[in-house]
């Protein structure tokens, strides 16, 4: 049997903590039923006294203090509510506690946004780890020696486990479900929750919404200039010509701040706004294709998919379906 040991806090998302709770035992509750031994046994570790924030009277889940914690097969820390700042100041008790752990030799995993503790507790340096699209261009200035793949839905990767934005992260529970109890109860899993198991890419859930955290107030005006012109076919040269800049500064400065070349800057806020066109129309391709400053179709579908992992026509059937109505 695993021992799974799930953080919480006043300020964790419960239905990270309730989803996987659901999963793990779902999972016992089929395999007593098939005649064989529970798979897992979940504590729930914070550092009160009591469990006041999640009581749960099921005889299978025991809670206990960080300190209290002798051993586990599995540390998970859920999402949480609020500015990461602010949480990670208030929680430097877990972060310590983390960090401990995990030197200690426990395997730790990250739902959503609790790759954050994972982060700032030093885990993840040299680390390829995920989280929720939102998050990936904060977590890369705050943790620059860890590569985050903002497309994957999950990662393995010595003893160290993360997971995609939101519900996303339920992925990882299937995965661990089936890591641990063989790849037929994976397959059982993912039929009884209704989780694709081939699940790779969360690129086309994920919004682009500018890189606005710098103060570099020319690249700013790059940025404003790029955001109302993205449907004429500009170039970078005439980006750099607009804010009176050699191009190889602007390359250079632009990348500083934004954490993108200004092509690829480019290329995402084109593609965002094909997507919003999707969503609410139903354009053509090609009238689509003009309207955010492509002239090559080849080109935009292969841009468009490099970025959201789909095709355009997959977008579209995906995100502007009208919902059916039963009479």
């Known amino acids: 049997m695993k021992d799974i040991a799930i953080i919480i806090h006043k300020d964790v998302v419960l239905s990270t903590i309730s989803g996987a709770l659901d999963m793990l035992e779902h999972t016992n509750r089929y395999l007593e039923a098939s005649g064989k031994p529970r798979a897992f046994s979940v504590i729930l570790v914070g550092e009160s006294e009591t469990n006041s924030l999640l009581p749960v009277a099921a005889p299978y889940i025991r809670y206990c203090r960080f300190s209290d914690l002798v051993a586990a097969d599995l540390i998970m820390a859920p999402a949480f509510f609020g500015a990461p700042d602010t949480v990670l100041a208030e929680q430097r008790a877990l972060l310590d506690w983390l960090r401990d752990m995990h030197q200690r030799g426990f395997e730790v995993a990250s739902l959503c946004s609790g790759v954050y503790f994972l982060g700032e507790a030093g885990l993840l340096a040299g680390k390829c780890c995920t989280a929720h699209w939102r998050d990936i261009d904060d977590l890369r200035q705050r943790y620059p020696d ?182």
Not at 159 to 178: D, M, N, P, Q, R
Not at 236 to 265: C, D, G, W
Request: with cysteine; hydrophobic share 35%.
């Open 146 to 327: 860890t590569r985050f793949l903002s497309r994957m839905v999950m990662t393995d990767q010595d003893g160290l486990y993360t997971s995609g934005g939101a519900f996303s992260a339920f992925h990882l529970v299937l995965y661990l479900i089936e890591k641990y109890c063989g790849r037929d109860m994976g397959i059982w899993a993912s039929k009884m929750f209704s989780l694709d198991m081939d699940r790779e890419s969360q690129a086309y859930f994920a919004v682009f919404q500018g890189q606005f955290r710098h103060t570099d107030e020319q690249i700013l005006n790059a940025q404003e200039y790029i955001d109302k012109n993205y449907s004429l076919p500009i170039s970078v040269e005439q980006m750099a010509m607009h804010i009176n800049m050699s191009l190889r500064n602007f390359i250079r400065r632009f990348k500083t701040a934004t954490q993108n070349t200004p092509l690829e800057y480019l290329q995402r806020v084109r593609v965002e706004a094909a997507k919003k066109a999707l969503e609410v129309g139903n354009p053509t391709i090609t009238s689509l294709m003009y309207d955010t400053g492509y002239q090559d179709i080849k080109t935009f579908r292969k841009v468009f998919k490099r970025i959201t992992g789909l095709t355009p026509i997959e977008y579209r059937k995906k995100y502007s379906r009208t919902i059916p109505v039963l009479s």
